[in-house]
């Protein structure tokens, strides 16, 4: 009878547990449109706190914790390829030294490729020895004392231009790229930037992204408040995951970086800070930089720049008939 009465109890119990918990989901939902459509001021006048932090410590003197300032002595590359991934992340990083980011593919033009990191969230000293002993070996890690999380990834950008400014100012281009991506250097090289001309300057150029402006939902993963970024729409700008830039462009970035405010949305903000500079990006081709995916073709992927989502096992799959048959020719 008392067992009985007490199953009673717990269905009770749990089935207002659920009922509640459905309640609050859906009220999450309400908030998230009425946050939308009062572009963030009703949450903003309620004093309601996101869940996400404002903006990235900046500028902040962050230093080098592992740096390779000894890879442009003596020689000025043609194209830097600053990778952005995370610390822990050796498998993609050994996958792109074999794949798209081996400097010998290019020996005569001359790419030098640099992984950009900050500094483990989680199994810090592990990770930090791991990185350190990569290091030594590759001699293509650079990384500050920053956190190495997704809101800190303008942090990382401005490193690599850091970086390109003090360490390889006399290289000609700059690429800089996530990790989960299809690259065609040689296409890059031989169509778009073309060692054979005069190297630009004032140049940016990729996946041109305009009339797009900041979320103003606490919730979103990509919520920026007012407080932050007062406007409602941002300049032009080139799509995170890969984009190219004249090597001056990486110092009047970084200078431009240490007067205004950061915001972490690091596509973004690179486009603030060519609306700052005066410098609107230039446009390309519309076929070279992809913002979304294509599935592999090899007489396709010979004709263009980068594809997004390529994940490393996938780029170690169509490596060889990529790269391993790139004489042979595609009938039109
Ligand atoms: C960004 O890095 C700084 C410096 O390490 C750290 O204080 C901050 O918590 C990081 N931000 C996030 C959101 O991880
Ligand atoms: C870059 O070129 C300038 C002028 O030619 C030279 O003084 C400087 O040492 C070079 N820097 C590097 C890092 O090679
Ligand atoms: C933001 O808006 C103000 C006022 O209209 C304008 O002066 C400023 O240039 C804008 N900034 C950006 C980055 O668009």
Not at 16 to 21: C, D, H, N
Not at 107 to 136: C, H, K, N, W, Y
Not at 165 to 171: S, T
Request: proline residues 7%; aromatic residues 14%; contains cysteine.
């Amino acid at each position: 009878m008392s067992r009985q009465r007490h199953f009673w109890r717990c269905c009770k119990f749990s089935a207002l547990a659920l009922i509640s918990v459905f309640c609050l989901w859906h009220l999450s939902w309400l908030w998230d449109y009425v946050e939308y459509w009062t572009d963030g001021s009703l949450g903003a006048m309620l004093n309601v706190t996101t869940r996400h932090p404002l903006a990235p410590p900046y500028p902040h003197p962050y230093k080098f914790l592992i740096n390779q300032p000894e890879k442009c002595q003596n020689r000025n590359p043609f194209l830097i390829l600053l990778v952005a991934g995370q610390s822990h992340d050796t498998h993609t990083r050994n996958i792109i030294r074999e794949t798209w980011g081996n400097e010998r593919n290019h020996l005569d033009v001359g790419v030098t490729r640099i992984f950009l990191v900050g500094v483990s969230p989680v199994a810090r000293e592990s990770t930090q020895r791991l990185l350190e002993v990569e290091s030594m070996v590759f001699a293509d890690i650079v990384q500050q004392d920053f956190l190495d999380t997704y809101y800190n990834l303008t942090l990382k950008t401005l490193m690599g231009m850091e970086w390109v400014a003090k360490f390889c100012p006399n290289a000609s281009y700059v690429m800089k790229i996530d990790n989960d991506m299809f690259l065609n250097v040689d296409y890059l090289i031989r169509s778009l930037l073309r060692p054979e001309m005069p190297a630009r300057s004032d140049y940016f150029t990729g996946y041109i992204v305009a009339n797009t402006g900041p979320y103003r939902r606490r919730s979103s993963k990509w919520y920026v408040p007012k407080e932050i970024y007062p406007n409602s729409t941002y300049p032009p700008y080139c799509a995170g995951p890969g984009y190219v830039l004249s090597v001056d462009m990486a110092r009047k970035i970084y200078e431009v970086a240490q007067v205004i405010r950061v915001i972490p949305m690091e596509d973004s903000f690179m486009g603030i800070c060519l609306y700052e500079l005066k410098i609107p990006p230039t446009r390309s081709p519309a076929n070279m930089f992809n913002g979304h995916r294509i599935n592999y073709d090899r007489c396709a992927f010979h004709n263009l720049v980068m594809v997004h989502h390529y994940e490393p096992e996938e780029l170690w799959t169509i490596w060889p008939d990529f790269w391993g048959k790139k004489n042979s020719g595609c009938r039109k």
